[in-house]
């Protein structure tokens, strides 16, 4: 079977599977979600071994949690709430909002996250009475698979349609882009080059931006839980996570107790210029992002450096002076690594910020250490990022928790700045036609024209 008819074949079962399921009740559609999350959550311990045996990036601890961790918040979120049929009245305006499916999604899962993204993509499709085909990552299809083939066990107990839920076995780029190009509505969670193929292949599409999150620590905060907050989120998977802190803004008096509270929690501090360079060179050779060392623990990226520090190190921290495109470290880097650079004032904190994000990872996503409601409003007024998370840890909040008001997802906007068409973490609704009826407001009075072009 060519990867044409593979597709075209895939699709064809997809649409006979979501037209039955389109009829399904509220209670059953919601069911049968549950019943994925609960799937992976009752085997999350096999998933993330899977994961770690098969990715060998980042760490078998972090996947546990992980994996362990989101379907509970991901279920949790949409639990109770409409999305099949009439969804809400808005008698005061004459509107009823009826929710109906887009019809087959299309999922391009990454290397980073083969259980989290399918797992979250494929409960929001299902949400909306949608069908789903997922593409994963060559070198994650084995967990992608074993995710799929859990969450179909799961759904078929309930009588769920055969094909709803559908993975590539052997994926391709080619598969990849063909099934952009044949599904309702495509989903890609991945590099940019895979965002841009799925903006281009003529069908509705949300994708990601890069991250390049930044961290500005406010004068007079408690620096040991900042610190202890930063490295415990920076070492999640070994600095994988795209919502992970990349670059500190330390104030200038307080940057030397900043760095003895890092080395406190386990970081290791560069500040030589000679051992800075060989950070640099080595995790950005000629400028381009050392794949290799993705996910790789600190005292190995060091190591490679040339650099021996002791194996229990959690982190890596450089100090840099430069910024934006004078400073490959000003990117992002996933890798177990921070830069740290002090500031004089709040205003060239934020304006350095906006610098860094200026040349890698506009839209995604800032930490702000601050008790000053002030500053942070500063921050978010001049930051261009959709999302700002306060004291608290970055990888750990951005995506949505349990705690915070953002809708957990494995799938986060970037809004135009990352060439992305939403500005928000991709959720259920994202992934719902709404229909419309209007009643003409016969109580209504209309406004003269006073009362309309009146200052």
Not at 50 to 56: G, R, S, V
Not at 125 to 133: P, Q, R, T
Not at 202 to 217: D, M, S, T, W, Y
Not at 377 to 397: D, H, L, T, W
Request: aromatic share 6%; net charge negative; charged share 25%.
């Amino acid at each position: 079977m060519t990867p044409e008819e593979l597709v075209i074949d895939m699709i064809e079962k997809a649409r006979i599977a979501q037209r039955i399921l389109e009829k399904f009740s509220q209670e059953e559609v919601d069911a049968i979600v549950r019943a994925c999350a609960k799937a992976v959550d009752a085997n999350y311990v096999e998933l993330a071994n899977l994961d770690n045996k098969e990715t060998k990036m980042g760490n078998l601890s972090d996947k546990l949690t992980k994996t362990g961790g989101r379907p509970k918040a991901f279920w949790y979120h949409m639990k109770n709430k409409k999305s099949r049929g009439i969804i809400r009245r808005i008698d005061d305006m004459g509107l009823v909002e009826i929710a109906k499916p887009m019809g087959v999604i299309g999922c391009i899962s990454p290397v980073t996250s083969p259980v989290i993204t399918p797992l979250h993509n494929t409960m929001c499709a299902l949400k909306c009475g949608n069908s789903i085909v997922i593409c994963p990552h060559p070198s994650a299809k084995k967990t992608g698979m074993r995710t799929v083939e859990l969450m179909n066990e799961a759904i078929n107990k309930l009588g769920a349609q055969e094909n709803l839920i559908q993975i590539v076995s052997e994926p391709t780029m080619d598969i990849s882009k063909l099934i952009m190009e044949s599904c309702d509505v495509c989903i890609s969670t991945g590099g940019p080059s895979l965002v841009k193929v799925a903006y281009s292949s003529g069908k509705p599409a949300f994708g990601v931006g890069a991250g390049n999150c930044q961290c500005l620590i406010d004068r007079g905060m408690d620096i040991d839980d900042v610190a202890a907050k930063i490295i415990s989120s920076k070492m999640v998977e070994n600095g994988i996570p795209c919502g992970g802190e990349q670059f500190a803004h330390c104030p200038e008096e307080e940057f030397t107790e900043i760095v003895e509270a890092f080395k406190r929690h386990g970081a290791y501090y560069f500040d030589t210029p000679d051992q800075v360079a060989l950070i640099r060179d080595t995790i950005f050779p000629d400028g381009e992002l050392n794949k290799s060392l993705v996910g790789k623990l600190p005292y190995l990226v060091a190591r490679e450096a040339g650099i021996e520090i002791p194996e229990d190190t959690k982190l890596l921290a450089v100090k840099v002076q430069k910024y934006g495109g004078d400073e490959h470290l000003a990117k992002e880097k996933l890798f177990p690594v921070i830069a740290l650079r002090s500031y004089d004032t709040w205003e060239e904190a934020v304006a350095v910020a906006e610098a860094n994000l200026a040349v890698m990872g506009k839209g995604h996503s800032t930490m702000i250490h601050s008790n000053s409601t002030e500053n942070i409003e500063y921050a978010a007024v001049n930051i261009s990022v959709c999302r700002f998370g306060v004291n608290q840890s970055s990888s750990k909040c951005v995506g949505g928790t349990l705690t915070n008001g953002l809708a957990p997802t494995g799938t986060l906007g970037c809004g135009s700045w990352g060439n992305n068409s939403i500005s928000e973490n991709l959720d259920y609704h994202h992934l719902m036609n709404i229909s419309r009826i209007v009643y003409e407001l016969s109580a209504y009075v209309a406004p003269i024209d006073a009362e309309i072009w009146a200052e």
